[in-house]
């Protein structure tokens, strides 16, 4: 088992910077790939960054790619997101994932692919 707890959300201006923290414990280990994805209010829970277990490979959603960055400390078993220049529509429930896999360079978008979830943080972008 692996427990994700997320940290970082709350309330920005649009323009505004926020960085979010997932700390993973439990059964960690390198061979995991770790994802952040989000829930708008009112909408299905859609696909934001992955990054690999191995050489810290990033997979970025389309219409996020140069606001957010993804990056991880396999030391310290934590991942974040810093996003930049937020908008009102980036407001929703951000969560962190996890999967275990033998596959070193994998960033997978699919939410049913994660095998571990946090309890998610609010993020709040207002105009």
């Known amino acids: 088992q692996v427990q994700l707890v997320e940290s970082g959300g709350g309330l920005v201006q649009a323009g505004g910077s926020l960085s979010v923290s997932c700390a993973a414990s439990g059964r960690t280990s390198s061979s995991v790939a770790m994802g952040w994805f989000r829930q708008p209010p009112g909408k299905d829970r859609e696909f934001v960054a992955a990054?690999?277990?191995?050489?810290?490979?990033?997979y970025y959603a389309d219409s996020l790619k140069g606001r957010f960055t993804i990056s991880r400390d396999n030391a310290k078993n934590t991942v974040s997101l810093l996003m930049n220049n937020l908008k009102p529509g980036d407001t929703a429930v951000y969560y962190c994932?996890?999967?275990?896999?033998?596959?070193?360079?994998?960033?997978?978008?699919?939410?049913?692919?994660?095998?571990?979830w946090g309890q998610g943080t609010q993020v709040t972008v207002s105009s």
């Open positions: 990054i690999s277990w191995s050489r810290g490979d990033t």
């Open positions: 994932a996890a999967v275990r896999t033998s596959n070193p360079y994998y960033t997978g978008k699919s939410a049913a692919a994660y095998d571990y």
